[in-house]
């Protein structure tokens, strides 16, 4: 296992936070992958607030720290999306 198991179980935003001149647009497509590679029963947002915390605090310039702050501003809680719902029938 390359990260914490709890926030960051591939080790993605760690390595994002190591790779020099990486872009605000790499961070996010790091972020989706990282949120993706979640279990599901985890607290996303506690665990942003801990990679915030663990990394974003040293380096508050840094492009991840930024998508993190966004991703922290931005949760709600999940909708379910398309599919078949079932309405009642007149």
Do not use: N
């Not at 972020?31 to 607290?43: G, I, K, N, Q, R």
């Not at 942003?48 to 993190?68: F, S, W």
């Not at 931005?74 to 909708?79: E, H, L």
């Amino acid at each position: 296992m390359k990260g914490d198991p709890a926030t960051d179980p591939k080790g993605l935003v760690l390595e994002a936070y190591r790779i020099d001149g990486i872009t605000g647009p790499e961070c996010r497509s790091i972020f989706l992958d990282w949120a993706l590679s979640l279990p599901t029963e985890s607290d996303t947002a506690a665990a942003i607030r801990v990679l915030i915390d663990r990394h974003g605090t040293d380096q508050p310039d840094h492009p991840m720290t930024g998508v993190l702050r966004e991703g922290l501003g931005t949760m709600s809680a999940p909708r379910r999306r398309g599919g078949w719902r079932s309405r009642p029938r007149s």
